[in-house]
């Protein structure tokens, strides 16, 4: 079957998943089913067990080996996280520091906070969520309205896009737990985190996906740094989903999820001081986690990821979409366009001299593309031609969000 094929069978967005099963359960037998799954495969730590101090002087001696600077590495209530992770084994748990080390090289870490996330504005939106200070073991708190998520909109979220968001989430926490250190004195190696399923309905399958890559993703580059978490508002449908998440959820974060019933203002005050938790969940914070609604959702996402505002235009199966610009020498040529629910187009910029049509340039030639931005600034008289070429398609129109101009000069 071919991939347009596999794209009409099914609404858009991810894979299909499977049928959610539906049961009657309450928090507590929630609660049960997470502890009765995972345990023994959790793996606890004391940083003054001897075992433990001798299995991470060999995880610093084993990198040492491998020519990894001592100043690259984390402090040794970080680092034995990778050994954790990797069941206590040296060589892995090296591997695994070193495959972390180069990641955070080539998507330049160091300075993604100062860089911001992609597409902040959409994404906060589509996920609204927030970020507190502390609960009363100094983990930062992270307040992410599940329920709330707009699934049919993240569904058109590319997946490096997303990826690179939730990394900066995750930066984000672990910048804040470095500074609660320093401000408390001690160790603060992990996060609270608070989800919210209020309003969480059978669209919230089409977005598994994005959990999955993100699990995967905490994983590999931020093991451990998940503390607990708390579940507030489950569903009717819960039990069913959990049956698709827990596939994906280590094991360690499992035994660390809590299940809050009705009473959850109460039992989160146990654990947050009021002034760090939001007035909606019985604390006396002034900043509840924002919402937004479906118009002001679609209204941000007819931008592109450096703020600019785009068009709207479908593209029917078996046709093309193409504009024309002129212009002079020094005039500016910019487009940029994504294409909704990770469909693509054939994309072409071609360049047609004025003082000889024969010669024309490709400025930009692509198969199958969900999203694309370029410029070119015009060393004569010339016309541009832009092309979407949804030719190739049989069955699927697509929904184009683009910008195409010419700045004068």
Not at 140 to 156: D, R
Not at 167 to 180: I, K, P
Not at 222 to 235: D, I, K, M, Q
């Amino acid at each position: 079957m071919s991939t347009e094929e596999q794209k009409n069978t099914q609404q858009p967005g991810k894979q299909e998943e499977e049928e959610v099963p539906m049961t009657e359960m309450s928090p507590d037998d929630i609660q049960s089913e997470l502890n009765a799954t995972g345990e023994d495969q959790y793996v606890s730590v004391d940083l003054d067990d001897d075992a433990v101090k001798k299995a991470l002087a060999e995880l610093r001696s084993e990198l040492a080996a491998r020519e990894v600077a001592e100043d690259d590495l984390w402090p040794d209530y970080l680092l034995v996280k990778f050994l954790q992770i990797n069941w206590m084994n040296v060589d892995k748990a090296a591997q695994n520091v070193v495959d972390v080390l180069a990641w955070r090289k080539e998507r330049k870490m160091e300075t993604i906070l100062e860089r911001g996330p992609p597409l902040d504005g959409l994404l906060n939106k589509i996920m609204p969520c927030s970020f507190y200070e502390s609960d009363k073991d100094g983990r930062p708190v992270f307040i992410e309205k599940t329920g709330k998520i707009a699934t049919w909109q993240l569904a058109e979220v590319d997946e490096q896009t997303f990826l690179e968001h939730h990394a900066w989430v995750m930066e984000r926490m672990c910048q804040m737990a470095a500074d609660n250190t320093k401000k408390l004195g001690k160790p603060v190696h992990d996060v609270t985190v608070i989800m919210d399923l209020q309003g969480v309905g059978l669209g919230h399958r089409n977005v598994l996906w994005y959990a999955r890559k993100a699990t995967q993703m905490d994983t590999v580059y931020f093991p451990y740094r998940v503390g607990r978490v708390f579940v507030l508002n489950t569903p009717w449908m819960m039990p069913g989903l959990y049956e698709m998440v827990k596939v994906f959820l280590p094991a360690y974060i499992k035994s660390n999820v809590h299940v809050l019933g009705a009473d959850y203002k109460t039992q989160l005050l146990k654990y947050i001081d009021a002034e760090h938790l939001p007035e909606e969940y019985g604390g006396a914070c002034k900043r509840n986690v924002p919402e937004y609604s479906v118009e002001e959702i679609k209204k941000e996402m007819l931008r592109d990821q450096t703020g600019e505002k785009l068009l709207e235009h479908h593209v029917p199966a078996g046709q093309a979409f193409e504009l024309t610009f002129d212009g002079d020498k020094g005039d500016v040529f910019r487009w940029s366009f994504r294409v909704a629910y990770e469909y693509d187009v054939e994309f072409t910029a071609t360049l047609v001299p004025k003082a000889d049509p024969t010669k024309t340039v490709q400025l930009a030639r692509t198969a199958r593309i969900i999203t694309a931005k370029g410029e070119y600034t015009a060393t004569e008289p010339c016309t541009v031609h832009f092309k979407w070429d949804n030719s190739y398609s049989y069955w699927n129109g697509k929904d184009l969000r683009y910008s195409a101009t010419v700045n004068k000069q």
